[in-house]
């Protein structure tokens, strides 16, 4: 595994390693030196400045791993037609058609996403526990397989099998490429027809994707943490918007937004130079502020990210959470069994089995 990593995710899992009078911390030894950044000013400066870009996440998951570019072409695909790794104007103008798809999308999710949740929890056994994990997994693979179905209007069983855990699981092993790389073929060969059939614009292919792939680990992680916590939300009642957003302040589940620097700048005094790669974790960041008594309202989350990159679905996550903590706590007849799960921050926050 990349030094670079090993060090983030000790970091990550270490926060007494960091620096409490400082505002980041360098990774290597490279010059310039790879920076984790955990101020919270200095890390909204750098998300909202156009003189960093994304990092290429992609590339440096095909050095780690000694693929060939070229090797992955779906996957490669998936990145460069997505928001992900553009910046600019191209980025803009991929933006503005994804988020047209996107409230779309969420208006038809108010419409549907009750009866859904009623279904799912009715249609769980009463008396025998079930395990956190596979409650969450079902809820919400099927819920993102809802939100496409509708969308495309077809059946759930029309769509394809999609890959799990696209994203999160390229850095940094990136295990099972080829599989994924087949498998997320064959889910764009069955969109193409799907959208073909409806004289649905090609392109609307990769956002489609975006929507059951980029969700779908934070999402699982979120619930699931919630889910085996003593205080989780659905022993609080009804949860509102900003009861949600705390809580997605308090999970953090994507551990490492990544940026390079494209040209020359100076934020909150300090100066980048082009090339330096940089690491902002909401996680950190968070702690980190409410070690120094900043202020913690929803708004001052960085768990959806901030700036042109801020996390489109996140209107969408805190709707899915409402309710699947919500409808959780109508359902007497659900037992849940929590046991022998951890948590560990890999760049994401993980669930393991206990040994
Ligand atoms: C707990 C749930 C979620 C969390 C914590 C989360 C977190 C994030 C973060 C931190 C970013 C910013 C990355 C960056 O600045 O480089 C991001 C971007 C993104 N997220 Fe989410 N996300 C979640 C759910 C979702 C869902 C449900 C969707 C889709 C329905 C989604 C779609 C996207 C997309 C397309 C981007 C890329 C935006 C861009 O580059 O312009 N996310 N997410």
């Not at 200095?42 to 570019?69: F, N, Q, Y």
Request: charged residues 20%; aromatic residues 8%.
């Amino acid at each position: 595994m990349n030094t670079i990593f090993l060090t983030l995710q000790r970091l990550l899992n270490q926060r007494e390693l960091l620096d409490p009078a400082q505002r980041y911390v360098s990774i290597d030894d490279l010059s310039p030196a790879t920076l984790l950044v955990y101020d919270p000013a200095l890390a909204h400066a750098l998300l909202k400045s156009d003189a960093v870009i994304p990092a290429d996440l992609l590339g440096s998951s095909l050095e780690v791993s000694r693929t060939p570019a070229g090797a992955v072409p779906t996957i490669e695909s998936f990145f460069s037609q997505t928001p992900l790794l553009n910046h600019g104007e191209v980025h803009r103008e991929m933006r503005k058609h994804l988020m047209l798809r996107y409230r779309h999308v969420q208006a038809l999710m108010e419409s549907w996403l009750d009866s859904y949740s009623v279904q799912y929890f009715d249609s769980l056994e009463a008396g025998s526990a079930i395990r956190a994990d596979a409650l969450v997994s079902g809820y919400v693979n099927g819920l993102l397989r809802q939100m496409l179905a509708c969308e495309l209007e077809c059946s759930v069983s029309q769509l394809p099998a999609f890959p799990d855990n696209l994203i999160f699981e390229f850095l940094p092993r990136f295990r099972d490429l080829k599989i994924r790389e087949a498998e997320l073929h064959a889910a764009v060969q069955s969109l193409y027809q799907l959208l073909g059939e409806r004289n649905r614009p090609m392109d609307d292919v990769w956002v489609l994707l975006t929507l059951v792939i980029m969700g779908h680990q934070p999402l699982l992680s979120a619930l699931l943490y919630g889910l085996t916590r003593h205080d989780g939300p659905h022993r609080h009642g009804a949860l509102s918007n900003d009861d949600a957003e705390l809580f997605f302040r308090a999970v953090a589940p994507v551990d490492v937004i990544s940026r390079q620097v494209e040209r020359e700048v100076c934020l909150e005094g300090v100066n980048f130079v082009p090339g330096q790669v940089l690491y902002v974790s909401p996680h950190l960041l968070h702690l980190h502020s409410d070690s120094l008594g900043l202020p913690g309202p929803p708004e001052r989350s960085m768990t959806f990210g901030m700036g042109p990159h801020a996390c489109p679905g996140r209107k969408i996550s805190v709707l899915v959470t409402q309710a699947f903590f919500n409808h959780l706590a109508q359902a007497s007849h659900v037992l849940v069994d929590t046991a022998g799960i951890r948590w560990t921050r890999e760049l994401m926050l993980i669930h393991k089995e206990m040994t």
